[in-house]
C-alpha cells in the first residue's frame, strides 16, 4: 500500500494543524507516528479496523485521528501545538489484524514523512 502524507508547515505555538494520509488500498490498521532530530520514532496515535483508537499521552485530548473510509484517508487533527511537537510525521498502515498499539515494527508500509515546525 502506498501512503501519500500532506499537511505539514509552520505553525505558531498554540495553534492547530491537520495532517493527511491518502491510502493506494486496503489497510487494517493505520497510525502516525513522528521523529524529532536526534531522537527515537515516537508513535502518536492509531486506529485499528474502523473505529478503535489509541493516543500516545503525549498528546491525548489534543489530537484526533479521523478516518474518511470512502476517501482511504486518515487525518491527524492537532491542536494546542507546542515546540515539543515539531517533528516529522509519518502515516504508517498495515492489513495483519493481530498486530496492535504503536510498535513502528508491527507497521509494514510507511509514506514519505511531512515536517511539522511548531515556532
Known amino acids: 500500500v502506498q501512503l501519500v502524507e500532506s499537511g505539514g508547515g509552520l505553525v505558531q505555538p498554540g495553534g492547530s494543524l491537520r495532517l493527511s494520509c491518502a491510502a493506494s488500498?486496503?489497510?487494517?490498521?493505520m497510525a502516525w507516528f513522528r521523529q524529532a532530530p536526534g531522537k527515537e520514532r515516537e508513535g502518536v496515535a492509531t486506529?485499528?479496523?474502523?473505529?478503535?483508537?489509541s493516543y500516545a499521552d503525549s498528546v491525548k485530548g489534543r489530537f484526533t485521528i479521523p478516518k474518511d473510509n470512502a476517501k482511504n484517508t486518515l487525518y491527524l487533527q492537532m491542536k494546542s501545538l507546542g515546540p515539543d511537537d515539531t517533528a516529522m510525521y509519518y502515516c504508517?498502515?498495515?492489513?495483519?489484524?493481530?498486530?496492535?498499539?504503536?510498535?513502528?515494527?508491527?507497521?509494514?508500509?510507511w509514506g514519505q514523512g511531512t515536517q511539522v515546525t511548531v515556532s
Open positions: 488500498g486496503y489497510t487494517y490498521r
Open positions: 486506529i485499528r479496523s474502523t473505529t478503535s483508537t
Open positions: 504508517a498502515a498495515d492489513r495483519r489484524p493481530w498486530f496492535n498499539g504503536l510498535l513502528p515494527s508491527t507497521y509494514n508500509d
